[in-house]
């Protein structure tokens, strides 16, 4: 029995039909370097979504590798309650220099809704603590997307992955959102006013007063395909949660670590939320980890004697792992050291500017549009009237096999094609993943 017949005998593969997988065997890695993925048949694969957009600084880094294989000949883990180590505490100190202002109290989860779960229970006690017991509710954004525990999955708006659930989720205020591909005013976004910011005054204006936080994903939905919408929408957004005592749970599990340009998204607006929520690039996809963040304020609200009973008593055994901090260390190093940030958004123009000319000519591209090194294609069958293909014909899952056969792993989100790269790519890969998407691209939508 080969690696793959050997797969499927055991592994029930995430987000997956897995009887797709009868005909796209499971494609087996053997090692990895920097962008690329290499099989057990001596196959290579750029990885161009950063193996679901964790990997920062490339695969097999060696001064990541370094400094976990250092970590683990000293400490590999220990409980977190009563209990520390220098790598944690190091790791925080290092971080609040780089976050937004106001946020400087650190809270170890060991994955992405984790630490959604654990800001929503945090912002839910706060209130009750704070002579607000009403405020029970949570917001967040039409196509939002922040992970798939329960709690995570309510404030998630993408029915591909909540529907089923919804008789088990909670009820949520839902927003309508920005659609600044499809936008209902008629505007761009890079010269709009953020006229749609009315649907958000409208439910605040009927569930403020219920509402504990609001959680959005700044600037980029990336699981709704890379929806971008402009810094002034998450400024109003940061208005009407002072306005109303709503906490703004920033979401930059995606965006964080300079994927959008700027460290974290909500640099871009020039607020600081109340709690932030990092993971993916926190340990440059070493390690699960995630953080959540927030401010003496909210902290403040759970110090008190033990018997007062406000301790905030949420754990995961894997709290604050010193395997995964010296990763999440040694990528804050690299990021200052090398200026990892700022040569990337140098690459990302040649990149940008690349990915426009060579696919938004195409008859059924319908935008192109690019935040970072982000850039995501969005096919539609009609260009005019932005008609979206028939779901069911699935475009961009036949458009993922093909570039799988060409050497370029991308995995499109419904029929939005995306370049989401680790921040070390550079041009001679841009040139090649881009010419290998487009003749795919244009292989399946021409036959
Ligand atoms: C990936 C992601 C999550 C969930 O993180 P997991 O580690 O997969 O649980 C939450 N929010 C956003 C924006 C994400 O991209």
Not at 188 to 201: D, F, G, V, Y
Not at 381 to 388: A, G, L, N, R, V
Not at 422 to 434: G, H, Q, S, Y
């Amino acid at each position: 029995m080969d690696w793959a017949e050997k797969d499927l005998k055991y592994i029930w593969h995430p987000c997956s039909q897995m009887k797709d997988y009868e005909e796209l065997k499971p494609i087996v890695i053997d090692h990895a370097q920097g962008i690329n993925l290499y099989d057990i048949d001596g196959n290579v694969y750029k990885d161009v979504v950063s193996s679901w957009w964790c990997n920062l600084l490339g695969h097999c880094n060696p001064r990541i590798n370094a400094a976990v294989k250092k970590q683990i000949d000293t400490l590999e883990h220990v409980i977190f309650a009563n209990f520390s180590h220098k790598t944690a505490i190091t790791l925080c100190e290092k971080l609040s220099k780089v976050l937004p202002e106001g946020l400087c109290k650190f809270n170890f989860t060991d994955n992405g809704s984790s630490a959604i779960e654990a800001a929503m229970k945090v912002s839910f006690q706060y209130h009750y603590q704070t002579g607000n017991p009403q405020k029970k509710r949570f917001m967040a954004l039409s196509d939002a997307y922040h992970g798939e525990t329960i709690g995570a999955l309510s404030v998630g708006g993408v029915d591909l992955y909540s529907e089923i659930y919804k008789p088990i989720l909670l009820d949520i205020s839902r927003i309508q959102g920005p659609d600044c591909f499809r936008c209902p005013y008629g505007k761009n976004r890079e010269e709009c006013n953020c006229e749609c910011i009315e649907h958000a005054e409208k439910t605040f204006e009927k569930y403020g007063d219920e509402t504990c936080a609001l959680l959005v994903e700044p600037l980029l939905q990336g699981s709704a395909g890379m929806k971008i919408y402009p810094p002034l929408y998450l400024k109003k957004l940061r208005e009407l949660c002072n306005k109303y005592n709503v906490h703004l749970i920033a979401d930059e599990i995606a965006t964080g670590y300079g994927r959008t340009g700027k460290m974290f998204a909500c640099n871009h607006a020039g607020i600081a939320p109340d709690i932030m929520c990092l993971s993916k690039g926190l340990t440059g996809g070493y390690m699960p980890m995630a953080i959540f963040v927030t401010t003496q304020k909210i902290y403040d609200a759970f110090y008190a004697d033990y018997n007062s009973g406000k301790a905030f008593m949420h754990s995961h055994t894997y709290s604050g792992n010193p395997l995964a901090c010296s990763a999440a260390i040694e990528v804050l190093n690299i990021l200052e050291e090398e200026k990892i940030i700022e040569k990337a958004c140098e690459n990302a123009k040649y990149f940008n500017e690349l990915i426009k000319e060579t696919f938004l000519p195409h008859k059924n591209v319908g935008e192109v549009r690019s935040i970072g090194l982000i850039n995501a294609i969005e096919l539609v069958k009609d260009k005019k009237t932005k008609e979206p293909f028939d779901s069911k014909l699935r475009t961009g899952y036949q458009i993922y096999k093909k570039a799988l056969k060409n050497g370029v792993l991308l995995r499109p989100l419904g029929d939005v094609i995306y370049f989401n790269p680790p921040l070390i790519i550079e041009k001679n890969d841009m040139d090649f993943v881009v010419e290998k998407a487009n003749k795919c691209m244009k292989d399946i939508l021409n036959s």
